[in-house]
């Protein structure tokens, strides 16, 4: 029997379980919608009840989010259940990469970032889950501020690489593709599983 489960974000689902089949690890994963991203407080009200309803059958609880925008909320729930999450604010600074992320958002401000998930479900996150396929005039008040799209390829894959030039197009931006595999997502998640 396990005694770790991992409660991941779904936009990290392939990744992490692709990680954990590698490493051989015997833990539990449980995904919470990567659509609750939407609603950032949705996410540590499913994470609460999930944690909870968990906590007695697992020694270990980690958490595979970075801060996300919960405004130390998540922080908080954490102590609260005695679980542990990975170390970021979010997926996209875990793929690039701490100092290469910073550097990015010292230097170019407007990025707007994509990573596999983000590019496979881009119109059911972005276009239907912002409404922009209702109100299509939302799109320059929402983006109206970037500069570039960087896709954060974490697999070469054509079929994505041609719909990430796709969304750039459709948000008139540049894009450019960095190919940073899983980044340093692997080693915060080894650093907590095998501590």
Known sequence: ?????????????????????????????YGVSALLHL?????????????????PSYDKLVVVYGECGMNGRLDSLLEEVGAARLRGPHCYEMFAGEDRFQEIADSRPGTFFLTDWLVRNFDRAVIKGLGLDRDPELKPMLFGNYEAVLYLRQVPNPRLAEKAREIAAYLGLPLEID???????????????EA
């Not at 689902?13 to 692709?18: I, L, M, N, S």
């Not at 609603?39 to 906590?55: F, G, M, N, Q, T």
């Open 39 to 55: 609603y950032p407080s949705r996410i540590v009200d499913e994470l609460r009840e999930k944690l909870h309803a968990l906590r």
């Open 1 to 29: 029997m396990s005694t770790t489960a991992l409660v991941i974000c779904g936009a990290l689902g392939r990744e992490v379980k692709d990680i954990v089949d590698r490493r051989g690890w015997a833990v539990d994963i």
């Open 179 to 193: 190919d940073v595999g899983l980044g340093e997502l692997e080693e915060r998640l080894a650093a907590l599983v």
